[in-house]
């Protein structure tokens, strides 16, 4: 009963006090230490160490990228092949979807954000839709592969995927697939939204990247990962190891060489709250599994599904995006994986299809709020330093359309390959 109570009081907290959730998590995880809930050993043996390591060794990696410049050059250089401020503007959210399938969504926002207000003020267009374009779409890509935010990372422990199952898994068509049905459908939609904007754009300077070394880092962590099922089959160590790795290399190349700022600022920036909150929430859900409230639960909730396969997966990703509008996505996902499993394994459906559905579900539900996903956040907080207070309900009326379009894309090619 206290791991029940533990998790549903830090859900809580999650709700209401989201800035403070690694403190929250760290809490919930020493209340089950201290009481006997879970020993020292077993609450380390929870936490999945391969997916905290994939995720900080690819935020490192991250970081770098930024820093060399490389996400500007590349967005300069897409907005000076558009001929007006639609196409600029759809360019723009384009780029930003593919750079988050590598970097963190947050990183995206804050990279991309300048030049797409140095664009607006030059062809005096309101940046409001083109920032709320940018974060959206930057949520929208980080569900697609291995390394692009920690839900995708946490259903590869989980399936032990590998890098290269995110886009053909058991012989079949694999989430990176489905994320992209739902990217165009919401890219299409975009552009009808600033489809009366055709005024025609000037050219934006074209920064030099500093160095391609942090490039070739990145992509070299990809052709690693497609290796992965071949030396690490169960995905414990293979994925974790190599970003650390290759993250560790980056740090003392950037030690010995360009140093662009103090080391001390570079590893303040990265993102020690999400790698912490991570850890805790993994023993919170890990004490429930223990328990067996999780078994629990989904045989609750399994007669009420009827064995009805299409009424499952729909009641399954509409649960999810409403959840995660307004909730971090992190410990819902955690949770609800071996609730999904269960539930396939007593209406005898295939896995993958409840589990893809949930992933796509908790993932793009994020973007109908401002306070669904961090990157909403900090756009809101851009626009509101360059002078434009945009409400809950303004954002909530871009975001709902998109998510809309873009769920239903995804949902319905996800469907008809594996149902």
């Not at 025609?200 to 391609?212: D, F, G, K, N």
């Not at 999780?294 to 009641?315: D, H, K, Q, R, V």
Request: hydrophobic letters at 60%; aromatic letters at 10%; charged letters at 10%.
């Amino acid at each position: 009963m206290i791991a029940l109570a533990t998790f549903i009081l830090c859900y809580i907290c999650f709700v209401f006090f989201g800035t403070k959730r690694a403190i929250i998590a760290m809490i919930g995880a020493a209340i089950l230490l201290l009481t006997r809930t879970v020993s020292p050993p077993d609450a380390v043996a929870l936490v999945h160490w391969n997916v905290v390591g994939l995720f900080f060794g690819t935020l490192i990696l991250a970081e770098l990228f930024m820093q060399s410049h490389m996400p500007a050059v590349m967005a300069e250089w897409v907005v000076n092949r558009t001929k007006t401020a639609r196409g600029a503007v759809v360019a723009i959210a384009a780029l930003a979807s593919v750079i988050s399938i590598f970097v963190e969504n947050v990183a995206v926002v804050l990279l991309i954000a300048p030049i797409a207000i140095k664009l607006c003020e030059k062809i005096k267009l309101s940046p409001i839709k083109p920032i709320i374009f940018l974060a959206i779409f930057s949520n929208i890509q980080g569900t697609a592969t291995l390394i692009g935010d920690p839900p995708s990372m946490i259903l590869a422990g989980y399936l032990k995927m590998n890098f290269m199952d995110f886009f053909i898994y058991q012989g079949k068509t694999s989430i990176f697939f489905f994320v992209q049905a739902g990217a165009l459908a919401a890219l299409l939609l975009a552009a009808w939204m600033m489809r009366r904007h055709k005024e025609p754009i000037q050219l934006v300077a074209v920064e030099q990247p500093r160095s391609l070394i942090p490039s070739c880092l990145l992509f070299l962590l990809v052709a690693l990962l497609t290796l992965a099922s071949l030396i690490d089959p169960d995905f414990t160590w293979f994925a974790g190891a190599s970003a650390m790795s290759l993250a560790v290399a980056g740090l003392i190349w950037y030690v010995l060489g360009p140093r662009w700022t103090s080391v001390a600022i570079l590893i303040k920036q990265l993102d020690w709250d999400t790698s912490i909150f991570l850890i805790g929430v993994f023993i919170l859900v890990g004490a429930l599994i223990e328990a067996n409230w999780i078994t629990a639960f989904a045989e609750g909730i399994s007669p009420y599904l009827e064995g009805n396969l299409l009424w499952t997966y729909f009641l399954i990703i509409t649960f999810s995006v409403v959840i995660s509008a307004f909730i971090d996505n992190v410990p819902y996902l955690l949770a609800m994986i071996p609730v999904v499993q269960n539930i396939s394994d007593k209406i005898n459906a295939p896995i993958p299809l409840l589990i893809f559905a949930l992933l796509i579900g908790s993932c793009l539900g994020g973007n109908i709020t401002p306070i669904g996903a961090s990157a909403n956040i900090v756009a809101m907080g851009i626009l509101k330093k360059h002078g434009h207070i945009v409400s809950f309900n303004a954002f909530t009326r871009i975001g709902i359309i998109i998510t809309l379009a873009s769920v239903a894309a995804s949902s319905l090619s996800l469907w008809l390959v594996w149902s």
